[in-house]
């Protein structure tokens, strides 16, 4: 019934549903949960939001995610380096050269 009522709803009106239901939730999480879930919840949900957008549509999503995400965490503690290193990319096809 959920599902239904979602799919009928405007992105927007999800938004606003999602994120009201969502900050009471998390703000009951105990704090030293709220790590596990989100990085949980960002792993199961990642792919799919991002299925079907290009190289270029990733970019400019991640360079729009990265002032929002550098107001919220003490850039000078966390290890970018560390971070990146056991990343792979993810597979894109073979661009062909001029």
């Known amino acids: 019934m959920l599902r239904q009522l979602l799919s009928r709803l405007s992105p927007q009106a999800v938004l606003d549903l999602t ?3 969502g ?3 998390i703000r009951r999480l105990p704090v030293e949960e709220r790590a ?3 990085i949980q919840l960002i792993e199961a949900n990642l792919s799919t939001a991002l299925e079907g957008l290009g190289r270029e549509e990733r970019a400019a999503l991640m360079n729009g995610l990265l002032p929002v995400i550098a107001r919220h965490f ?3 503690d966390v290890d970018i ?3 990146f290193g056991d990343v792979e990319s993810p597979q894109q096809p073979d661009e ?3």
């Open 74 to 76: 003490p850039l000078e």
């Open 36 to 38: 596990a879930f989100l």
């Open 81 to 83: 380096l560390g971070a």
């Open 19 to 21: 994120g009201k239901a």
């Open 96 to 98: 062909e050269e001029p």
């Open 23 to 25: 900050r009471e939730w």
